[in-house]
């Protein structure tokens, strides 16, 4: 059974004056410990499919479902990380890390063990008294990983989580990540507007057309899995295809 099942989906906004299409009939599957990320134009809809999965907006038509349920806000299938890391600045980074556990009432010794056992697993361990101000944005995203992670998901949801961070912290942070998501053995979907980034993380790639949103092509990627996201980014074959995806895009925008 897939672990992510999307069928015949499609969303319209209502409003007093008028009515919205921003999802025209989606349908995709991932399955367990993929990782996939979803391009296209920008304002074709990718954000808000990673709402629609975690159940925090409801489809128009079509179904979802994440381990055969449908998606729950209760439930502790999905962790989401955003564009900014979020910490609180008034908490040092072990509070932090704390944060969506005492949200969810699960800060017991188990989860705290647990919690910490992270930290010091991915390097945070000696930065747990620091506030987030004393460390950098690269830092601060992998400590809003290791907080999501806490809360055990088995599906994060990455809503461009690279991209308020310089070009060098992109390119080491993407590394770090995507490590410390297949140690975990996580499913993983990444919305990005970085067709690099996407090739480079990925093993399927959705691309969406402008809006309202189809699917416009699903690319398979078969890169050695042995390969980090950076030595991905100057393979032959990434740049192959990077062209086809940045075609299928420019084509959307031409007709914008």
């Not at 950076?230 to 914008?256: G, M, P, T, V, Y």
Request: aromatic content about 8%; some cysteine.
């Amino acid at each position: 059974m897939e672990f992510v099942s999307i069928k015949n989906l499609t969303l319209i906004y209502q409003s007093l004056k008028d009515e919205t299409k921003a999802l025209d009939d989606i349908s995709f599957e991932i399955q367990k410990h993929d990782f996939v990320s979803i391009v296209g134009p920008s304002g074709c809809g990718k954000t808000t499919i990673l709402s629609l999965i975690s159940g925090l907006i409801k489809p128009t038509t079509g179904s979802i479902s994440v381990e055969g349920k449908q998606p729950n806000t209760k439930d502790d299938v999905c962790g989401y990380m955003f564009q900014r890391d979020n910490l609180l600045p008034w908490r040092n980074i072990e509070k932090n890390i704390y944060f969506g556990l005492e949200i969810k009432r699960q800060k017991d010794k188990e989860r705290k063990a647990y919690a910490l056992a992270l930290a010091k697993k991915y390097g945070i361990a000696d930065f747990l008294k620091k506030y987030p101000n004393e460390l950098s944005g690269g830092m601060r995203q992998r400590v809003a990983l290791i907080r999501t992670l806490a809360l055990k998901p088995e599906l994060l949801l990455l809503d461009e989580p690279f991209s308020a961070l310089d070009y060098q912290t992109r390119l080491s942070l993407c590394d770090d990540i995507y490590s410390i998501i297949k140690k975990e053995q996580k499913t993983a979907i990444l919305v990005t507007h970085d067709i690099q980034e996407a090739i480079s993380m990925s093993n399927k790639i959705i691309v969406l057309s402008a809006r309202p949103a189809k699917i416009k092509a699903i690319h398979t990627l078969d890169f050695d899995e042995s390969l980090t996201p950076f030595e991905r980014r100057n393979s032959s074959k990434a740049k192959k295809l990077f062209s086809i995806i940045w075609q299928e895009i420019q084509d959307e925008n031409k007709e914008i």
